[in-house]
Every structure is written in structure tokens, then in C-alpha cells.
């Protein structure tokens, strides 16, 4: 009995790249068993990461793990053309999947690819991609100047906390000529989990439990980022840039700030410098929602800056907020009335 499951599972590897479409009935009729039986010697395999299984019933492929997991290395250089890329050494492996979740792919690919021929300023680009029994993550990574310390030359920042900051907010590029900013945002929200590792830093952004976390990173030289997302993942792309967009011209006018950024070494958020950092460069946004997750209490001074000072200037500029604890909401409420 172990010889034949040996057997099995050994001919399922051995063929399953020749047959994606038919491999449980050629083997069942190989071994003369019943598809039930071959079944469940995949699923062994699948649950192992040895093959990989994607789509449902009529449509169901099974591939190798090493078809898929891949490591491939170009140069970087205005000549890498990020769609050629895409289309020559990756769409093959994702046309499998469902379409938006082969669209949400596409984007990220060719978005953080094009980053990184226009602006890493590096010289070799590596893009990873790992499957497992039910996720996709496919990582790119250059050699480049990094993208926090891009962000805080750009924009003259005091450190790479502020670039975090900036770069959470969208519609950020040091390039405005020829880049919109939207690539990376829109990434971020559109994976399950996302994460940019550069210059020392880590910032993940995990949408799966609306969650978001920085923490020191080995990655001093260049940028690595991540996007995952599972192989049955429901969100549309379409849907989160109509979350972002105005209802009237479709422009992306609307942004989400993560408040807790504008924390440095644990700072509390009480003064109007503070504020500022907040409010900085959001003068082509319309809808501004700040999300107070993760902060505690927050100052008059802040508060006034922000809901009144900025708002004052910028009246054409709505400003929301969202999970405040109940003393943050008070001193909100105290300073708009």
C-alpha cells in the first residue's frame, strides 16, 4: 500500500506538467484506481506546496510548484519596458486566475516595475513570486536609493518616518511630469497584505484585518515590495478606485491617513508641527478621512490645526475621521463647535 502511494505521488509529479488539465484521470487509468484516490494523493502534495492548484471544477490546472515560484533578474535601465516584462516572463503563470484578481496583479507588477525603472536610480531589479496553497506574493526588489530616502530628498523631509507618512497618502511621486503617485496606494489597498521594506524600514499595510504596523527592516540598500493576495480573493480593482475617486469627474480626490504616522518616537500628537505633517501635501485631495487607530489622545493645538486652521484655508476640502477613541472624538467635537 505505501509502495503504491509512493508510486502515485511520484507519477503525479512526474507528469502533472504534461497533463495540467487531465492529471487525475490519466493517473487514475494508469494505476487503475478510482479519480477519488488520485485526489486525495494531490491534495497531499498541494497541502506539501510540491504542486500548486488553481481554478475551480471544468477549469481546475495543477502545475508544479517550480513553474510558478520563480526568481528572474533584470537589468535596470529607460530600456526595461514594464509591460514587455510583464507579458514575456510573468501574465503566462496568472491567466488562470479569476480576472480581477489577475488584474489586481498586473497593476501592482507593472506600477512598482515602472517605479523602479524611473526612479530607484538602481541597477538590477529582481521580481519573486511564491505560491502556496491558497496565496500569491510576488515581491520586486531593486539595488536602487530606496524609497523612503527618495521620498525625503524629494520633498526635503527631516527623516524617513516623514516619507512614510507622505507616501501613505497617495498622489506622492518626485516626478509629478511624468507619475501620478497612484501606483503604491492604490497597491496597498487593493492587496491582502502589502509591504514596502527601505532604508532600514518596514511598513505593512494588512487589509485582510484592517491593519497596518512598522518595524525595523534588514533592507538598508534599495526597496523590496510585497504584495499578497489569496488566489480567491473577492475585491475588485475597479471598486477601490471608485473609493477614491469623486462622484463627478472620476479624478482620485480622496484619501485615507493613517494619523498614527505622524508619531515620532512616540510622541504624543499635541502640537501644530504635528498637524502640519498631516496636512502637508494634500492640497489636490477634496475628501480627507483620518483614521485615529492606534492614537490615543491628541492636543488642542493639533486638533485646532487641522479641523479648523487647515480647514479654513482650504474650504473646498471636506475632512472626516474615523475610529477615535472617545477622549480623541471630544477634543474633535470640543474644537468644532
Known sequence: MKKQINNISSYL???VAKHPKDIVTFSANAFSVTPTTVHRHLNRLIKGGEIIKTGNTKQTLYYLADEKNKSLFFK????????FTWEKHLEQDFTSLDKHVYSIIEYYTTEVINNAIDHSQGKQLTVKTFWDAKNITITIIDDGIGVFDKIRQGFHLDNINESLLELSKGKI???????????????????DVFTIEANGLLFCIDNLIKDW????????IGSK???QIARDAPQELSDIFLKFQSDDNLEFDKTEIYVDL???????LISRSQAKRITRNLENFTHITLDFKKVNIVGQGFVDQVF???QSQHPGTTITYCNANDEVKFMITRSLD
Open 76 to 83: 535596470l535601465s529607460k530600456d526595461l519596458d514594464e509591460f
Open 173 to 191: 511621486t518626485t516626478d509629478p511630469e511624468n507619475h501620478t503617485g497612484e501606483g503604491l496606494f492604490f497597491s496597498s489597498k487593493a492587496a
Open 308 to 310: 479648523r486652521v487647515y
Open 13 to 15: 509529479l512526474q507528469h
Open 213 to 220: 504596523y512598522i518595524a525595523s527592516s534588514d533592507t538598508k
Open 262 to 268: 505622524a508619531l515620532l518616537a512616540g510622541d504624543r
Open 225 to 227: 515590495i510585497s504584495l
